[in-house]
C-alpha cells in the first residue's frame, strides 16, 4: 500500500505507474490459482490409497487398529490397500493408515464407491489418534486408531431422511469411542 502511494506521488508517466500496480495484481491470480492446483495433484499424487470392504447393510463405526502384528496382513490390489471390515466393524491391520491427505474409497456388494457417499451409504473419516495398554508382559503397547462413520440406514435422500441420519451420526461417533475404550479395558494387564 505503501509501494503504491509512493509510485503515484512519484515522477514517473502515468501508464508506468499503472504498469507497475497492476501487472503484480493481475500475475497474482493466476499464479496462485496454478499453485493450488499443483500442491491439489500432488496430494492426491502421494496420498497413501486405501480401500475399505465393508459388509452389506453395515452400520456404525468401523474401528482400524494397527500396527497389529496379529492383524489383517497388509493386502495391495491395483495400487490400493485393501482393509476388509468384518460385522464387528473392528479390524486389527498389520500394516499402517498414514496421516494428511486421504485418498480413500469403498466397496459395498462389489460395488466401488468414489467419494463420501452413493445410493443409499454415507461414509464419514471420523477421526483417530494413538494408545498404550499392557499387553501382560509388564511392557505397554502403542497402537493407533482411524475411525470410519458408515450410515446406511436410509434408502432415499429426502429432507427428513437426511435430518435422522445427520441426527445418529453424533451417537454414533461416540459409539466408537466406548467400543475403543472397552477394547482397551479388555486387554489383559
Known sequence: MIGTIGMFTSRREIREKLLWVLVPLLLWFPCMLGFLTLSSLVKKATAQKVQFVIPANFNGCVSVYFPAPFGQKKKIKEGREIIEVPESGIVFYSGEIEDGYI???????????????????????????????????????????????????????????????????????????????????????
Open 103 to 189: 485418498d480413500w474409497n469403498y466397496r459395498v456388494n462389489n460395488e466401488l464407491i468414489e467419494g463420501n457417499s452413493a445410493h443409499h451409504m454415507t461414509f464419514y473419516p471420523s477421526g483417530g489418534g494413538s494408545a498404550q495398554f499392557n499387553a501382560g508382559n509388564n511392557k505397554p503397547m502403542s497402537y493407533n486408531f482411524r475411525h470410519l462413520l458408515v450410515l446406511s440406514n436410509y434408502t432415499n435422500t429426502d429432507e427428513d431422511s437426511l435430518n435422522m441420519v445427520l441426527e445418529s451420526r453424533d451417537s454414533i461417533i461416540q459409539q466408537c469411542f466406548i467400543e475403543q475404550k472397552d477394547l482397551i479395558n479388555r486387554q489383559p494387564n
